[in-house]
């Protein structure tokens, strides 16, 4: 099982940039593919970036592409979402998500659903004001 606490939230400007922590406790965090999904009120959650277990493959949502980057550290088994040229319409709460299937090699494609994801952090608030 895995453990998720996300950090970095908060207000911005928009132009700004952010960076987004989660970290992770749980012996198999090194071996699953991780996600950062958002939520904007009213809206339904939604996909943000993924990457793979080595960190060797990424995937973003076109909206952010370009403009955000995720990456990990398992050797201090964190994952980060660094968050440039932020725009109004990225206010949202941030989600942290673990994926169960261990040491995935297949298409980070088919990582864009929550419910590939078996295990999700508390979250945390970004605010870009305009």
């Known amino acids: 099982q895995v453990q998720l606490v996300e950090s970095g939230g908060g207000l911005v400007q928009a132009g700004g940039s952010l960076r987004l922590s989660c970290a992770a406790s749980?012996?198999?965090?090194?071996?699953?593919?991780m996600g950062w999904f958002r939520q904007a009120p009213g809206k339904e959650r939604e996909f943000v970036c993924a990457l793979n277990w080595s960190g060797g493959t990424t995937y973003c949502a076109d909206s952010v592409k370009g403009r955000f980057g995720i990456s990990r550290d398992n050797a201090k088994n964190t994952v980060t979402l660094q968050m440039n040229s932020l725009i109004p319409a990225d206010t949202a709460v941030y989600y942290c998500a673990a994926d169960r299937d261990l040491f995935y090699s297949g298409s980070l494609l088919f990582k864009r659903s929550q419910n590939s994801y078996d295990y999700w952090g508390q979250g945390t608030q970004v605010t870009v004001s305009s």
């Open positions: 749980g012996r198999t965090f090194s071996a699953s593919v």
